[in-house]
């Protein structure tokens, strides 16, 4: 670690964080980042030089323990741990992500429209220019190399590397799995499928492709470039989301190929970041078709995988309402394997999702009690069940009351999925 005070600047490079992922109530900083200080702000940036954080040091700032996280997408995070009771049994986590886009939160609080919040965006892209002068004076090699990245990663290259994270995966994430939380949402995405098996009505995550296998050599070629793309911040992930809506769907081989080439390339022994996990999202028909051969492919990686099957619903009249093209006892089948898949495999979790809302019939919730508390005869710690509000609900009190009801009478962790893109 490096210091150096620089005119209304004390700058930080190398420095170390938590080098694993950890559940807090209060700002923890993961893996290598270097820190910018002002009178006002906290600034922190990856390896690569980029924007990664800011939180507000002065009594304008919202709360002292929020903060801003901008993604690999580029997208602004807010934060939120000051505002709302008992968060963690909703969430499984201390705060509240709010998100600068349009998602499915039952909370309506939006930091954006708050004067110090785009006072802190502004600060961020203002300071390149305020750095420039300081470029020019003697200063020590290692400070000096870590401010020109800061300034050469202006607002207007990081929209250009997002076009370029979508243009190397051929895709845009339009959500990631709920498990992700695990490790604040910092994955390296890689696409083996595109498209999904269903066209459920519902859906509003869809991407409106026909579902088709990624040929291996696409493969290869995205986790080439996504190297160069992480560059020397690579050495700070080490967790890998295979995509995009069905990756279990791509079978065995496509599988143990892409999560076997991603982990050498990706160098995830070497990651400042220990614990190595793997995401996926599957679908009813790829879980029900999934050999035992699969499992153990998937038992065998250094990873801790999660599985995220979309169930949505045990209810027949829902199902039809919802119009996802699947019969109920397809649905219990698939649940009944994942508790299969959850006992029999020590690092492989399956979660399961199901949908929240205020229209749907009564009968859907009943069916999902029955389903994760009458098929257990005791409560289990492994598998979680994601609750989903549907965007279309009105009535945010009531789908949340909905929610602790469906929570206390569950005998698996279940807490709330709000979406998140990559
Ligand atoms: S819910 Fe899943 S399976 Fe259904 S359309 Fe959306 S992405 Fe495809």
């Known amino acids: 670690m490096e210091c150096y005070y620089l005119d209304n600047f004390a700058v930080t490079v190398d420095k170390q964080g938590a080098d694993h992922f950890t559940k807090a109530s209060y700002p923890v900083r993961y893996g290598r980042y270097g820190e910018i200080k002002t009178t006002d702000y906290l600034f922190e940036y990856n390896l690569n030089g980029e924007i990664k954080t800011i939180r507000g040091l002065n009594g304008n700032w919202p709360h002292p323990a929020e903060w801003l996280k901008r993604t690999a997408a580029n997208d602004w995070v807010y934060y939120s741990v000051g505002r709302y009771h008992r968060l963690f049994s909703f969430l499984g986590e201390y705060y509240l992500p709010c998100l600068s886009y349009p998602s499915n939160s039952p909370w309506e609080y939006n930091p954006f429209g708050d004067v110090n919040i785009q006072n802190a965006l502004a600060a961020a892209s203002r300071l390149q220019a305020d750095l420039l002068p300081i470029l020019v004076n003697g200063i020590p090699a290692g400070i000096k190399g870590f401010l020109g990245s800061v300034v050469q990663n202006d607002t207007r290259i990081l929209g250009r590397k997002t076009e370029k994270l979508h243009d190397i995966i051929g895709t845009a994430v339009s959500v990631l799995p709920p498990d992700t939380r695990h490790v604040d949402y910092n994955v390296i995405p890689l696409m083996v499928t595109d498209g999904c098996l269903y066209d459920c009505g519902f859906c509003c995550v869809k991407s409106h492709r026909p579902f088709q296998r990624r040929p291996q050599d696409n493969i290869d070629c995205q986790i080439r470039r996504l190297k160069r793309f992480y560059g020397a911040d690579l050495r700070n992930y080490n967790a890998l989301f295979l995509g995009n809506h ?127 508390r009458g098929n257990l005869n005791r409560p289990y710690s492994k598998g979680a069940i994601y609750l989903s509000p549907l965007n279309t609900s009105r009535n945010p009190n009531q789908l949340l009351r909905q929610f602790v009801e469906i929570k206390i009478k569950s005998r698996l962790p279940t807490y709330l999925y709000l979406i998140h893109r990559l």
């Open 246 to 372: 069905d990756a279990l769907a791509a079978g065995r081989e496509t599988l143990r190929h892409a999560f076997t080439a991603a982990y050498h390339a990706f160098g995830f022994e070497r990651a400042y970041l220990k614990n190595p996990t793997l995401f996926l999202f599957g679908s009813v028909d790829s879980l029900l078709k999934a050999g035992p051969k699969l499992f153990e492919a998937l038992s065998q990686t250094p990873f801790y995988t999660y599985i995220n099957i979309g169930l949505e619903s045990a209810d027949a009249a829902t199902l039809a309402q919802i119009k996802k093209p699947l019969r109920r006892h397809k649905i219990e089948a698939a649940f009944q394997k994942m508790l299969d898949v959850n006992r029999h495999y020590l690092n492989i979790e399956m979660t399961a999702n199901f949908l929240l809302g205020e229209h749907l019939p009564r009968a859907h919730q009943d069916a999902l009690i029955d389903l994760i």
